[in-house]
């Protein structure tokens, strides 16, 4: 399924359970976590915050709860996906210039959702090697710590989103990636 057919699917999901449109002017029902500062401030989970989203899944009817949570997963995925086209791409997905199979193996962004041994846990990767929430970034391989400011708010909005989705069961029939999962801190770039 194309991420286009998606977020074509979805989003009036989300306007239904609380998301904003443009011509929104009241604040979304529910917890107010639907409305995410994307430059820095906010849940926690942003550049220099907490590494865990502090976001609960929203109350209410379960299969709706899980679409909800999708649906905002997948508006913040197409906000960063400029990010991730300009800083991850050329390595992790297929025809990338700098693509090998490790990388991809580990992390594949070819479609949406991503793949590779670290797709159940991708938040807390994505987290981790750009450095959100503390310790040194060591993604892009070829420039760590590329991604700063704006664009690093917005990876961290997507990751947060993920991690609730998957929090909240959203993500059930996506598996645990190849099952193979090697930790050895070299993503063989």
């Known amino acids: 399924m194309t991420t286009r057919f998606l977020v074509s699917l979805l989003a009036p999901l989300a306007v239904a359970c609380g998301g904003k449109s443009a011509g929104d002017t009241a604040p979304p029902a529910g917890d107010g976590h639907a ?15 907490d590494d865990h989203p502090t976001d609960t899944p929203p109350a209410g009817d379960g299969d709706a709860t899980k679409a909800a949570l ?17 800083h991850c791409a050329k390595c992790h997905t297929k025809g990338g210039k700098n693509a090998k199979p490790k990388s991809l193996e580990h992390f594949d ?10 797709a159940v846990e991708i938040g807390a990767e994505v987290r981790k090697v750009l450095g959100i929430g503390g310790g040194k970034a060591t993604m892009p391989f070829d420039q760590p710590g590329a991604v700063k ?7 961290a909005a997507w990751a947060d989103a993920y991690d609730n989705a998957h929090k909240g069961g959203a993500h059930a029939d996506r598996g645990h990636g190849d099952g193979d999962h090697h930790h050895d801190g070299d993503h063989h770039h």
């Open 70 to 86: 999708l649906a905002a997963e997948t508006a913040a995925y197409e906000q960063a996906r400029p990010v991730f086209e300009a």
């Open 35 to 49: 409305d995410h500062d994307h430059g820095g401030g906010g849940n926690g989970a942003t550049a220099g915050g």
């Open 109 to 118: 962004m070819t479609s949406y959702p991503f793949g590779g041994h670290h």
């Open 149 to 155: 400011g704006d664009h690093l708010a917005l990876i």
